[in-house]
């Protein structure tokens, strides 16, 4: 009864969620940019220029550690496209004019994805498109380490490929997640690529904007027969020599309630009760060396099981987490693995990391800012978890 009564209020949930989605698509400032944007800078671009589009949502006064990302950025010689979808207070917006070689300020209908919206179209009418080498879309719903900020955005501008991002998932359905990704100029001037952008409405619902925004860029994209290539992806784990206690500590460096439904020891020792029950068959009829039986030495030798249980294990580690948002579950592998990680500021909440355990790990990877960055990180409020909108949250709508 129980789950019955679950099933009919998720239904009821999400019929509310898309008559809400469906009247937010018939608001006039959905359709007419200049309801959106309330004040704007336009700066020049010369041919070769690289551009970074930044969306910022901060109550009153941007975080030190964001206007160091901003900076950093800047030193690499990109050019700053800030999108300001908050309010802010006179100190910052000095700031914000001291910083930005463009920005505008927003009412933030459709939040980020309306905010890259807005700022692309902008570029496209401006005529700036042509001749920008390298479009970089960043937001700041995430948090960008300092001993890797570098290296990341480097590798936006100079790493082969047309759509270049930061990682992927197959989360709804296969795409590139947009708080971090960067265009080659064969790719924004291509006319299914502006098409995407210039049709785009920009609605506030979540299950929207990933359906339509997130996963509809990477499809638009696709379309245009223009390559992809991610800055970190789990596979490198698949090729990676790691023995099963080094593999059970990576394992154990995302949230909990995701390292629990792999059974490390059970599912090694059921593996290996397996192997020993079948080799002696298979193997029984096969001589080596003038007769003698190898099946004995193979089941004496534990390096096979051991490996054939590792190639189990780390497959089931990845098919697990391609299903969720990588870079809240993944930072700390692709850490492990020698790659450059961002953090996700929503990780206490929407991962599920229990903070002591976030705390360590960050402790470990980024012993000199885990303070800094840990005091980036949202925190949930008392009551976001709790009656219908837990359901909604588990659910995606929120």
Known sequence: MKKLYKFILLKYLRLIDDLITSYQGLRPRSHV???????????????????????????????????????????????????????????????????????????????????????????????????INKLIFANDSVVYPKKNRIFIFKNLINKNGDFIGYTAVKEVHYHVQSFLFSCSNQLII?????????????????????????????????????????????????????????????????????????????DYYNHIRDITNIFPNLLRDIKINGGENFAPSILEDSKIYKNIFQRKLKFQIVE???????????????????????????????????????????????????QEIFSMLKKPTSNHLKGYKKLMFENGMI
Not at 56 to 71: A, G, H, M, S
């Open 33 to 131: 940019k200049y309801l959106r944007v309330i004040k704007e800078k336009n700066g020049t671009i010369n041919p070769g220029d690289n551009i970074c589009i930044f969306i910022i949502y901060e109550n009153q006064t941007i975080p030190e550690y964001t206007l160091e990302t901003l900076k950093d950025i800047k030193s690499l010689g990109i050019k700053i496209f800030l999108v300001i979808n908050s309010k802010l207070n006179p100190e910052n917006q000095m700031l914000v004019d001291k910083i930005a070689d463009f920005y505008q300020y927003r009412n933030n209908t459709g939040k980020d994805i309306g905010g890259y919206k807005d700022a692309f179209t902008t570029l496209l009418k401006k005529g700036h498109l042509k001749d």
């Open 190 to 266: 291509h006319k299914k690529f502006q098409k995407f952008w210039r049709s785009y409405i920009p609605i506030d619902r979540r299950r929207y904007m990933i359906t339509k925004g997130e996963v509809g860029v990477t499809k638009a994209a696709l379309k245009t027969g223009k390559s992809i290539s991610l800055i970190n992806h789990l596979e490198g784990l698949l090729s990676k020599d790691i023995d099963l206690e080094e593999l059970q500590n990576l394992i154990h460096t995302t949230p909990g309630h995701l390292y629990k439904k792999v059974s490390f020891y059970e």
């Open 320 to 370: 697990e987490l391609t299903q969720k948002n990588s870079a809240s579950y993944c930072a700390f592998i692709f850490e492990e693995l020698g790659m450059q990680s961002v953090i996700k500021r929503d990780s206490l909440y929407r991962a599920g990391y229990d903070d002591n355990a976030l705390l360590y790990h960050l402790k470990r990877y980024f012993p000199d800012e885990y």
